[in-house]
């Protein structure tokens, strides 16, 4: 059974910080997702991962394939990167399981 | 925006109602998804759809039906439904089957009273 553990559910945090959204999972994998979803359910696909590093924009997604961790950094944080964000890791069946999320709510 | 629109965004239905909900990308994709997304859950994976063929079906009750009549639209079809299946249903598509990113639509809020 593979288990896609976020931490933290819930973030709250000044505009201008620096965020870290964790994502752990416990079998191998083929890609680590990560995916946007704002307030009325649309969802973004931010990044697809295998290994290192990807960065878009005030975006970073890091992956640990050793420590079956990944991460996604969020640079200067704006109200508008309030969100959830959820972390998916797909196995070497294809097989794709989500995480719970995590609820970001940046104050202005 | 996404390039994959859904229709309604919003459905009330009784128990007994037959409703369609409907998914249609615009990208030019091969391959498209239905989620299901419950209140303080995991997104779930229902159906999967390939060049119009479906290649995966998550273990999901036969009142959701889904129908794939060409790479551009994708259906489901629901019927005699519980209330615990109201959700958010989340229809996707992506150039090729897994493992490459989706790009979703945003989805259908269905209410089962």
């Known amino acids: 059974k593979n288990e896609v553990e976020q931490s933290p559910q819930n973030l709250t945090a000044q505009e201008g910080e620096f965020i870290t959204i964790n994502c752990s999972y416990s079998?191998?994998?083929?890609?680590l997702h990560w995916l946007q979803q704002h307030p009325g359910g649309g969802i973004v696909s931010l990044f697809m991962l295998s290994s290192g590093k990807k960065k878009h924009g005030r975006l970073i997604a890091t992956i640990n394939i050793q420590e079956k961790h990944s991460s996604l950094h969020i640079t200067a944080s704006h109200p508008r990167d309030s969100a959830v964000y959820i972390c998916?890791?797909?196995?070497?069946?294809?097989?794709?399981?989500f995480g719970k999320g995590t609820r970001l709510h940046i104050l202005p | 925006e996404t390039g994959v629109t859904q229709t309604p965004r919003h459905l009330v239905m009784g128990m007994t109602n037959k409703k369609s909900l409907k998914c249609e990308q615009h990208?030019?994709?091969?391959?498209m998804y239905w989620y299901k997304q419950s209140a303080k859950k995991p997104l779930e994976l229902m159906f999967v759809?390939?060049?119009?063929?479906?290649?995966e079906n998550n273990s999901v009750p036969s009142r959701f039906s889904p129908e794939c009549p060409n790479s551009s639209h994708l259906f489901l079809h629901l019927h005699t439904l519980q209330p615990e299946d109201s959700a958010l249903y989340l229809c996707a598509s992506s150039q090729d089957i897994f493992p490459l990113g989706q790009y979703f639509g945003p989805g259908t809020r269905l209410t089962v009273l």
């Open positions: 079998v191998g994998i083929s890609a």
């Open positions: 759809y390939n060049f119009k063929e479906q290649t």
């Open positions: 998916a890791a797909q196995d070497r069946d294809d097989k794709i399981i």
């Open positions: 990208l030019g994709h091969n391959a």
